[in-house]
């Protein structure tokens, strides 16, 4: 039998997020590669296998999934949100082009998920209607004189900003940090949301003002999203406040 | 009966890409709102009535269904792609904001989608692995001289750059004015994605060099991913490339 390999995201946590393409793609496959707590979400057959590792041990995971499709195997690497957003889909690429030339033979299929900045966006309000980006901020794999040249590029811009890996235990300073950098450039009345585990039973979203923003409010499940300039509050009484950038911007032409 | 507001997305086109949520939200909803296409695209019962209007009437459109969910209807304001992304959701908090009290009382649930470019990412492999952002091409809603600011700081930052609304008949010399600038910043070897239509019959995915990107290959349902300079592309005997954006860049710290 000719293996394949899916990199399947099954979106934000809610099995309501997850599309029915990634469910087909797991149904389809019977080996299973990926962090711990994202295999934990499948529900699998028994014929199915799981191979749970570590987060920080993507690109071993990689090469692992790509071996064992490679002789023959129907293979699942699995991510949270989108595999193609800060997730596996890179690696399986990078494991690919350092690999033997029978991986680029292999029939590779990336399923795209609803990546965690739309979902926290959604229960907020809608702070990514106008232009935004998405930073990792993890310093593991960029120097972090890289992250804070963006920051400053992508506020001075008027981009509004989704931080993904803001925190660990590992890297405790550098959301911090940001938010210092931010305050350099933006407004300190700018809204920004801490977003944890939206759309799951323990969701968490605040809303709080950059010059407020306190980097402990994070953790390894919250997307940070920080407004432009341009982005409004708008408060309801009895209901959570809407966030949002307007569409248009300055004077139009 | 108490009116509510839902603001769907309904993913990149195909309904294999439309989550379990985005189907409840419909099926719970008696009133839609839309573009005529994305309305095309939903079965509807018999009891459910759909106001069609143009893509460029997004205010009327979000003030019309406000004051349908405040006269007691279940509303839904339906979105392709994901609300939240230069789509319903800003223009719904626009109207809010500026109408009458009643509407900040409303119930009104945003429901995340797949929006274009992570759909066009994953047919390609893996463009977005990295920073990134989502830039709005259209002068419409502010001044060209805005957006040619923010291409040359993100290209100048690294980030990956989509490209939504690149091109309409009324918009004609914009994109090719994009690529112009971008030339400026990035090496001209810089892949380029023109991804039409992902995840649906008529998909077309095409990978092309910055120097030889074409401003005519692209049309208002296209998504244009510009890598940044690590971006590279993988090529595979008898299988499309596969472009992606490596994890790591630099000298790691």
New interface residues.
């Given amino acids: 039998m000719t293996g394949r390999l899916y990199v399947v995201g099954t ?2 946590g ?8 990634a469910l ?1 793609a797991i149904a389809a496959s019977h080996v299973f590669f990926g962090y711990g707590p994202y295999l934990d979400r499948l529900v699998l057959r028994d014929d199915q296998r799981r191979v749970a590792s570590d987060n920080r041990e ?1 690109l071993a995971r990689a090469k692992d999934a790509l071996m064992t499709a490679a002789s023959g195997e129907q293979v699942c690497v699995v991510s949270g949100g ?5 997730a596996m ?6 494991a ?2 350092a690999g033997p030339p029978a991986w ?2 292999l ?2 299929t ?6 965690a900045m ?2 926290v ?3 907020a ?12 901020l993890s ?6 004189t ?1 992250i804070e ?2 920051l400053r ?2 506020a ?4 509004v900003i989704a931080l993904y890996n803001p925190i660990s235990k590992a890297r405790p300073w550098q959301l911090g940090t940001a938010f210092a950098i931010l305050r350099e450039v933006l407004p300190w009345t700018t809204p920004v949301i801490f977003g944890r585990a939206a ?1 799951r039973p323990d969701e968490n979203i605040r809303v709080v003002s950059l010059a407020d923003a306190d980097p402990a409010t994070a953790d390894m499940a919250t997307c940070v999203i920080i407004g432009s300039p341009e982005t ?1 509050v ?6 959570a406040p ?1 966030v ?10």
């Avoid at 809610?14 to 393409?21: G, M, R």
């Avoid at 889909?89 to 990078?94: G, K, L, Q, T, V």
């Avoid at 307007?246 to 032409?253: D, F, L, Q, T, W």
């Fill in positions: 979106g934000p809610s099995p309501e997020q997850t599309t029915p393409e087909a993507e989108d595999p193609g957003v800060f889909a890179a690696a399986i690429c990078e690919i082009e680029r033979a029939e590779v990336m399923v795209p998920g609803v990546t739309l979902a966006s959604a229960r309000g809608a702070p990514l209607g106008h232009d935004f980006c998405a930073i990792s310093d593991n794999l960029k120097p972090w890289v040249e963006r590029a992508v001075g811009a008027g981009l759309g409004r708008i408060e309801r009484p009895g209901l809407l949002y950038s307007p569409r248009s911007i300055g004077a139009i032409k």
